[in-house]
């Protein structure tokens, strides 16, 4: 006993610690992975950091938000209508505003009823996983993706199972993998925008007799061929739950608004208690700052397409300097060029380059010895593959990409 205490009752959940996975290295979040390897900055080096790892660049000129939003937000303020609590699934003129948003690209109209606003996409991501969660369920997500699915499922007891991507067909889903998994315990199949989706990952989810939850952050962000296509554009076909937030189409990540949107035209997740689990979820959880709320609708009403364009005309000339630039790095390639969203997988080729163990190593030694940060693949479930967020400023992201250059120059193999 010390200080007279017989024990201490209180112990650290085992739910928010590190924890192995069968089909992957130690599961770690985004986070956690960028916090590590900032710890490996050399403070000797007077270059600047280029942060090439995450995605948030509203710390760059060429990626500010609109002043229609800054204005929006502070005439909520100035209003005074939105000092008070909000209701659970958000204020009425926000559902509204954001149903018929999301409605321009659906054969059908959302009611502001079908909406429910979240404090960002984490809480919407949250939000579903546990109200999905019961005994013995699983649920499908793909190989890269997202972290945080796994994290929630993993803290609501919820097994996770991986279908794969295919690189050499721009990552589109594999159907034969998604199949092969899925058993009468399997519940929802994620799958992460703007890789468009299509009636054939509809029609595999309505054979098997799941969810999709569309997550929807990157909405829009497409400058290759093809245009955005909404999963919801299936509702009709399979209930789909969409996630989306203002945070990267407005370049807005710390305002922390998002939504739920229930695309569901059948009435099934209603009928099987679904959207009954949500909104008990959302009577018992955190709600997004009412003023931001209440500037949601001048936000998505007032916003010019002369600003999401240059965004995405700033976001197309870095894809462009990415792949050109990526081509002359050895050791490394990338399958495709990029054609929406703000980064893109980068596989390693380990057998040309010396003194590096895994992409773990890569990265660290990377930050250590130019100053680059870039994310292990192994934090979005593809290791020895790296992710490079080129949602940067250009000359930033040209400067980036010439020390990787130097870095893995530096440890070819000598043949």
């Known amino acids: 006993m010390e200080n007279g205490a017989k024990s201490w009752a209180f112990r650290g ?174 519940v929802a199949m994620v799958i992460i925008g703007p890789g468009n989706p299509c009636g054939n990952i509809a029609e595999t989810a309505r054979k098997l007799g799941i969810i999709v939850i569309a997550d929807e952050v990157y909405s829009h962000l497409v400058f290759g061929n093809k245009q955005f296509v909404p999963m919801g554009e299936f509702g009709s076909i399979v209930p ?21 949107a229930t695309n569901d035209p059948c009435g099934l997740l209603k009928q099987t208690g679904i959207l009954d689990s949500i909104k008990k979820y959302l009577n018992i959880s955190s709600d997004p700052a009412t003023f931001i709320q209440g500037a949601i609708p001048k936000i998505l009403e007032n916003t010019t397409e002369e600003f999401f364009s240059d965004i995405v005309n700033t976001m197309k000339e870095d894809a462009d300097i990415f792949y050109s630039k990526i081509k002359e790095i050895p050791g490394i390639a990338c399958p495709q060029k990029p054609e929406g969203a703000m980064s893109a997988m980068v596989n390693l080729n380990l057998s040309l380059l010396e003194g590096i163990n895994d992409d773990m190593d890569f990265c660290a030694k990377l930050a250590k010895e130019e100053s680059v940060i870039v994310l292990p693949g192994s934090a979005v479930g593809m290791k020895n593959w790296i992710r490079i967020t080129f949602a940067i400023e250009p000359v930033f992201l040209a400067e980036g990409l010439d020390r990787i250059k130097s870095f893995c120059e530096r440890h070819a193999k000598k043949l």
């Open 13 to 186: 959940t085992q739910k928010l610690s590190a924890k192995q996975s069968k089909d992957s290295k130690l599961m770690v979040t985004i986070r956690e992975a960028l916090d590590k390897l900032m710890g490996n900055l050399n403070e000797d080096d007077d270059r600047s950091v280029i942060p090439l790892g995450h995605g948030d660049p509203s710390a760059f000129p060429c990626f500010r938000t609109t002043p229609v939003a800054e204005d929006a937000i502070v005439d909520a303020v100035r209003s005074s209508k939105f000092n008070c609590y909000s209701p659970a699934a958000g204020i009425p003129p926000a559902r509204r505003a954001i149903a018929e948003y999301l409605s321009r690209d659906l054969p059908y109209k959302l009611s502001p009823d079908d909406v429910s606003v979240t404090l960002g996409c984490t809480q919407a991501i949250e939000i579903i996983i546990t109200a999905l969660a019961r005994p013995g369920a699983n649920i499908l997500v793909p190989r890269p993706g997202y972290p945080l699915y796994e994290a929630r499922a993993a803290f609501s007891n919820l097994e996770v199972r991986h279908f794969d991507l295919i690189p050499e067909k721009g990552w589109e889903v594999d159907l034969d993998s998604v199949e092969a998994l899925t058993d009468d315990n399997t």
């Open 240 to 260: 789909v739950l969409t996630v989306g937030s203002i945070s990267k189409r407005w370049i807005v990540p710390g305002w922390g608004l998002g939504w739920i």
